[in-house]
C-alpha cells in the first residue's frame, strides 16, 4: 500500500527556514521521482521543487530557486524539502506526491499518490 506522509510545516516568519519531510511507503525512490507541490487558498495546485530518481538535476519553480532545495534519503525513503528564506507569498499546504515514472516534471497527471498535506503559514 502506498504512502505519503508529510510533516514539518507550521507557522514561521519571514526570513526563516522551515524543513518539510516526505515518508514514503509501499513503493521505492529507486524506481518512481518524487514532487513537492503546494496550493494557496483559491489558487491552482502548482509543483515546487521535484526529483528523480538519479537525483543528478533536481527541479524548482523560478519562485523558490536559491531559496529551497529538494534531498532525498532512498535509504530511508525520505524526501525533504528545505525551505530558507521563507516570503509571505510561501503560505500554501504543500504536498508530495509520487510520479509514476523515474523521472521529474510538475505534470499533475503525472503523479499517482499524493500524501495529505501539510500547512506552512508565512506571517510579514
Known amino acids: 500500500q502506498v504512502q505519503l506522509v508529510e510533516s514539518g510545516g507550521g507557522l514561521v516568519q519571514a526570513g526563516g527556514s522551515l524543513r518539510l519531510s516526505c515518508a514514503a511507503s509501499g513503493f521505492s525512490l529507486d524506481y518512481h521521482g518524487i514532487g513537492w507541490f503546494r496550493q494557496a487558498p483559491g489558487k491552482e495546485r502548482e509543483g515546487v521543487s521535484c526529483i528523480a530518481t538519479n537525483d543528478d538535476t533536481p527541479k524548482y519553480t523560478d519562485s523558490v530557486k536559491g531559496r529551497f532545495t529538494i534531498s532525498k534519503d532512498n535509504a530511508k525513503n525520505t524526501v525533504t524539502l528545505q525551505m530558507n528564506s521563507v516570503k509571505p507569498e510561501d503560505t500554501a499546504v504543500y504536498y508530495c506526491?509520487?510520479?509514476?515514472?523515474?523521472?521529474?516534471?510538475?505534470?499533475?497527471?503525472?503523479?499517482?499518490?499524493w500524501g495529505q498535506g501539510t500547512q506552512v503559514t508565512v506571517s510579514s
Open positions: 506526491a509520487m510520479s509514476k515514472s523515474p523521472f521529474c516534471d510538475y505534470e499533475l497527471v503525472e503523479y499517482d499518490y
